[in-house]
């Protein structure tokens, strides 16, 4: 593709060099420049994309793209422009001739409940005979084709590049998980959406957001840039407490889903233990019944976010109970690790003060006897959260053990630190410290008798952990198994 065509609809000014050059590729980290591409200088959180253009030319960048003017020594064409993190997401979608535009693009976004919310969504339109690809936590997943992702969503050259994939594939939809950072840092801003689902809000990311105001403003921004076009629309989550907002701000119409309040899709007669949940939908002067195997009252609200979107979107209901029946799980949430033992283990990815709630209150409901829980906090991330998880742990359990999650640069011991002032609050809380995970799993598990339910929360489908500058092998499901099958013998 001609330069001249690649930043078309952009604000940029020529500083050097010519702009009909052949572009064979784009790229933002100079590492991975190969000759032709288009380097694009991003001022990140951890080093400045500017520092290193002189890397990316050595490498072969035919032209660069930044936000000052800098010394190509007449080795590449230099464009500048005012902000070039908005400017890679419009240059990745020119450069791949806007994917977005040949498929439905259904956005999923809230603190909790994304990566289940999408794949039940996905579960329904396969029912239905479409083909479905899928973008969000887990991985980028379409047809045979799976890709790991570094985020939940990644920068929009890597979106761009897989949302193509997708169209030479003939998907007919792509589901993706939107998160707050994509939102506020542009990755997502020339995708053409056409659904937008909000599951809830609640405190997380404040290290990068600073506090609730921000970071519900940039949720607020994938309400606001969904074009009002026929067929597009919103499903939103009404008994969350900042409902009426999203309700506010959005653009295209807007449905709602509940249990609490009144809602278009409305859940009642709610049944939940350890082998499934089930309720009634009730919606106009309709009703449906939903049997599913996943459990949890947080389930049925992420099933009620699919349902609704599906059934706005026109599809059969009856396709829609059968394709939720047939769903076994999501990796890492709130999935059982089973070997025969005669007390429950759950694992979950729960890492916010509400997912750890809501999944510590399930388990707390289902349990016959004791819940013993296993988590940590992440390091060099909302610090804030800690003591309030603390407190959630404390309050639920009937004891805890305090452990290390990723703690990335962070001393594991210092995380825990700021963890136990909120467990001190619960009047005769019981706790453990231990800092190695794996020793924390095997006690927890060395605890449990008949009939006890033992929760091991924070990490769910990861497998590994980050500490320091490592990544280390490490997989909730398969420790707990391990120690399960030795105390099962």
Known sequence: MKLVELIENLTIELQDGPLDREISGIAYDSRRVKPGDIFICISGLKSDGHLFAGQAIENGAGAVLAERQLDTEGKATLLTTPDTRSALALLAANYYRRPSKSMRVVAVTGTNGKTTTTHLIKAILEETGKKTAIMGTLYAQVGKMQREMQHTTPEALEIEKFMALCREEKADYIVMEVSSHALQLQRVAEIDFNVAVFTNLTQDHLDFHQNMDNYRAAKLQ??????????????????????????????????????????DYQAGELKIDLNGSSFRLQYGDKSLIINM??????????????????????????????????????????????????????????????????VLRTARELGEKRLISVFGCGGD???????????????????????SDNPRSEAPHAIIAEIIPGMDKVEKSRYAIIADRREAIRHAIHLART???????????????????????????????????????
């Open 222 to 263: 994938l309400f606001q840039m969904i074009k009002a076009e026929e067929q597009n629309f919103a499903i939103i989550n009404i008994d969350d407490p900042w409902a009426e907002e999203i309700f506010q701000a959005a653009a295209i119409p807007c449905r709602s889903y509940g249990i609490k309040k009144r809602a």
């Open 293 to 358: 195997k996943l459990i949890g009252l947080f389930s049925i609200y992420n099933a009620l976010a699919a349902i609704s979107f599906a059934l706005q979107e026109g599809i059969d209901p009856g396709l829609i109970q059968s394709a939720l029946a047939r769903v076994e799980g999501v990796p890492g949430r709130f999935e059982k690790v089973d070997c025969g033992q005669d007390f429950a283990v759950i694992v979950d990815y729960a890492h916010t003060p509400d997912g750890l709630e809501n």
């Open 381 to 403: 991330r909302d610090r804030g959260k800690r003591p309030l998880m603390g407190e959630i742990a404390a309050k639920y359990s009937d004891f805890c053990v305090v452990t």
């Open 451 to 489: 009939g006890d339910l033992v929760v091991i929360a924070g990490k769910g489908h990861e497998n590994y952990q980050l500490v320091k500058d490592q990544v280390l092998e490490f997989d909730d499901r398969k420790v707990a198994a391990e120690f399960l099958r030795g105390k099962v013998k």
